[in-house]
């Protein structure tokens, strides 16, 4: 595994490997002000498969739960993970993720359960902050580095990758991310404690630096600006 990383402000060992999709899943909660969130991550070796013994990613600031390996050729069934999250910088840490011995595949994707919620990227608005006055309201920014206090990631500019999202919410709010929504209403769902929320999809096609990755959710409505221009 090579030492040397290609930005001093990221602890991400991409010189072994690449993260080229995300997928993500977020489960907003405005009363606790918390993000219960996975994350599939799409990996990549940069160079011939060879055997891997440690991923390091940038977080900051995330409670994570569970790291599991998906799908291994070693393994019939998802495999857990070890990991240690450590001090990296002021603005990071760094997230060590101990990988099967032996391990050596070219593709593989890892899953991780975590939760996002105090961190820089994450500004939490109360309804008496909002134009409305009624609803809360969330919205990130991501740049230069902050979303790795959103999701585990490679918070580097020189790396790009595409992502898809669900964000579920409670009715009567609206989520939007920087990528496409994939279906033009959102889905009612029915949770197990009887409370309906909604599910919003999203899908980014084009590979983009990761601190483009953003997600509002709020109290939004249409404005129309041209004869076929809306705003949220």
């Not at 405005?30 to 013994?53: A, M, R």
């Not at 975590?114 to 740049?143: D, E, H, M, N, R």
């Not at 206090?149 to 500019?157: N, V």
Request: overall charge neutral.
């Amino acid at each position: 595994m090579s030492l040397k990383r290609k930005d001093n402000c990221s602890i991400s060992n991409t010189n072994d490997f690449l993260i080229n999709h995300y997928d993500f899943h977020f489960v907003c909660d405005f009363e606790q002000q918390k993000l219960f969130s996975k994350v599939n991550l799409h990996f990549h070796q940069t160079q011939s498969p060879t055997q891997i013994s440690k991923i390091f990613l940038d977080v900051l600031q995330l409670n994570i739960n569970k790291i599991e390996l998906l799908n291994s050729k070693q393994s019939s069934s998802n495999v857990t993970l070890t990991f240690t999250i450590n001090n990296f910088e002021s603005f990071g840490e760094s997230l060590e993720i101990s990988l099967p011995q032996d391990f050596n595949e070219k593709e593989f994707k890892i899953e991780i359960e975590f939760i996002a919620s105090q961190g820089p990227a994450l500004c939490w608005l109360l309804p008496s902050q909002t134009a409305g006055k009624v609803k809360p309201y969330l919205f990130t920014q991501g740049q230069a580095c902050l979303n790795r206090s959103l999701f585990p990631c490679q918070d580097t500019p020189s790396v790009k990758a595409t992502y898809n999202a669900t964000v579920v919410t409670k009715v009567g709010f609206v989520a939007l991310m920087s990528a496409l929504r994939v279906e033009p209403f959102p889905q009612n769902k029915t949770l197990q404690d009887g409370n309906e929320v909604l599910e919003f999809k999203f899908e980014m096609k084009l590979p983009i630096p990761i601190y483009l990755v953003a997600l509002a959710i709020g109290d939004l409505t249409c404005a129309t600006i041209g004869p076929r221009s809306k705003v949220r």
